[in-house]
């Protein structure tokens, strides 16, 4: 009689454990899913971020080759008024002492 009883409680046991071990085998697979879909979202995430740090820096690189090129081109610049303003001063002193070698002149035929 009493076998009667427990086999039927046996089998609800059975039937509650096995759907409780299929939940949590279930529970655990979906987390993994989860997790793994997150992981994949952020690795996502990050080659974004780095493409997009890429392009910042070949700007960044772009700009400073401008920069450069504009810096030599404006030393160039610069070194040729310099030559263009010793040549005029070589010009006034030539000029400056070819008037006072007329003056003395000038001045020794007085």
């Given amino acids: 009689m009493i076998s009667d009883y427990i086999q039927p409680i046996i089998g609800l046991l059975g039937s509650l454990l096995s759907g409780l071990a299929v939940h949590l085998i279930s529970n655990k697979k979906h987390k993994k899913v989860i997790y793994l879909a997150n992981e994949q979202k952020n690795k ?11 392009i910042k820096f070949y700007k960044l690189e772009k700009d400073l080759i401008e920069w450069r090129d504009k810096y030599y081109a404006t030393i160039q610049d610069l070194i040729l008024v310099k030559a263009q303003l010793e040549k005029a001063i070589l010009q006034l002193e030539y000029t400056k ?14």
Wanted: hydrophobic share 35%; no cysteine.
């Fill in 44 to 54: 996502d995430k990050a080659e974004i971020e780095l493409k997009d740090l890429q």
């Fill in 97 to 110: 002492y070819n008037f006072l070698i007329t003056d003395n002149q000038i001045n020794a035929h007085e």
